[in-house]
Nanobody, 124 residues
């Protein structure tokens, strides 16, 4: 069982930056592929970014490409989401997720474990 805890959310203005963190409670964090998803009010949860267990490969949703960066520190059991040039449409609850077996990193069904989420609100 892996527990994930997101942090770093908050209220920012459009154009600002924010870094989210997701700490994993497992000694084998380096075995897990990690992803970030988000859910805006009244909308379905959507894919944001994913990173392979080694950090060697990343993939982004088109809506965040060039503005967001996913990274990980396996020594700290933590995955990050650096968000720059934030827009009002980035307002959502952001979730991190983990899976051992790599399938399709952009699909929710690929992930076995989910965090509780952290709220990001971008005012325009």
């Amino acid at each position: 069982q892996v527990q994930l805890a997101e942090s770093g959310g908050g209220l920012v203005q459009a154009g600002d930056s924010l870094r989210l963190s997701c700490a994993a409670s497992t000694r084998t964090f380096s075995n897990y592929n990690m992803g970030w998803f988000r859910q805006a009010p009244g909308k379905e949860r959507e894919f944001v970014a994913t990173i392979r267990w080694s950090g060697s490969s990343t993939y982004y949703a088109d809506s965040v490409k060039g503005r967001f960066t996913i990274s990980r520190d396996n020594a700290k059991n933590t995955v990050y989401l650096q968000m720059n040039s934030l827009k009002s449409e980035d307002t959502a609850v952001y979730y991190c997720a983990a899976c051992e077996l790599w399938k399709d990193g952009s699909r929710e069904y690929s992930y076995d474990y989910w965090g509780q989420g952290t709220q990001v609100t971008v005012s325009s």
